[in-house]
């Protein structure tokens, strides 16, 4: 499997801006569609935003549609997401995870049943 580590969370004000990456190890990272989910306190894991082996398909959770762009950089082996205009609703905890998609180079799952790689996760905390 392939290890990740998420980085880039913060306490920010409403309307700001944060970018996470996630850095791949471990195994060759493009044969691995990419996900961001998040979980806040009390709530299930749910999907955010996920991009292909690639980048030619990119999937969001409607509510950050126009706010959020999730990215990929096959060399470096990792993948950002950029969060724009940022709300309070959009406090969780981030976590990045990846899903073999070999044969499938323009697959992208949102069921987190699907990924079999997880990172550790970034707390992302947007005050009002």
């Known amino acids: 499997q392939v290890q990740l580590v998420e980085s880039g969370g913060g306490l920010v004000q409403t309307g700001a801006s944060l970018r996470l990456s996630c850095a791949a190890s471990?195994?060759?990272?493009?044969?691995?569609?990419m996900g961001w989910f998040r979980q806040a306190p009390g709530k299930v894991r749910d999907f955010v935003a996920g991009v292909s082996r690639n980048s030619d398909t990119t999937l969001y959770k409607d509510s950050v549609k126009g706010r959020f762009t999730i990215s990929r950089d096959n060399v470096g082996s990792t993948v950002y997401l950029q969060m724009n205009d940022l709300r309070p609703e959009d406090t969780a905890v981030y976590y990045c995870?990846?899903?073999?998609?070999?044969?499938?180079?323009?697959?992208?799952?949102?069921?987190?049943?699907?990924?079999?790689?997880w990172g550790q996760g970034t707390q992302v905390t947007v005050s009002s």
């Open positions: 471990g195994r060759t990272f493009n044969h691995y569609a």
């Open positions: 995870a990846a899903d073999l998609t070999l044969g499938y180079p323009s697959k992208v799952e949102t069921d987190a049943d699907d990924y079999t790689s």
